[in-house]
Nanobody, 118 residues
Framework: QVQLVESGGGLVQAGGSLRLSCSVS????????MGWYRQAPGKQRELVAK???????DYADFVKSRFTISRLYPKNTVYVRMNSLKPEDTGAYYC????????????WGQGTQVTVSS
């Protein structure tokens, strides 16, 4: 059974930094894509950043040049380094992984809270 475990959220002042981590267990198959999404209260979940095989990255416009996503192969571990955090970055951050072989499908973590104070 594929499971995702996230860590690294917390409370930080505006301008500060955090690094979120997500590890996948339950399979030795390499994921096709891994990424981070976030959801603020009252808003829809949105893409923050993702990385696919070959280290092709995609970032939301609102985090470009502030956040950096990276991945460890073949451990199915993904990180996002978040710098210059703003109060509007506050929300629950979710890890998502996509498999196209083996345990095919999309899997989500439970989420980790990021709160940025002004």
């Amino acid at each position: 059974q594929v499971q995702l475990v996230e860590s690294g959220g917390g409370l930080v002042q505006a301008g500060g930094s955090l690094r979120l981590s997500c590890s996948v267990s339950g399979t030795l198959i390499g994921a096709y894509a891994m990424g981070w999404y976030r959801q603020a209260p009252g808003k829809q979940r949105e893409l923050v950043a993702k990385v696919t095989n070959g280290d092709v990255t995609d970032y939301a416009d609102f985090v470009k040049s502030r956040f950096t996503i990276s991945r460890l192969y073949p451990k199915n571990t993904v990180y996002v380094r978040m710098n210059s955090l703003k109060p509007e970055d506050t929300g629950a951050y979710y890890c998502k992984t996509q498999f196209i072989v083996g345990p095919k499908g999309d899997y989500w973590g439970q989420g980790t809270q990021v709160t940025v104070s002004s």
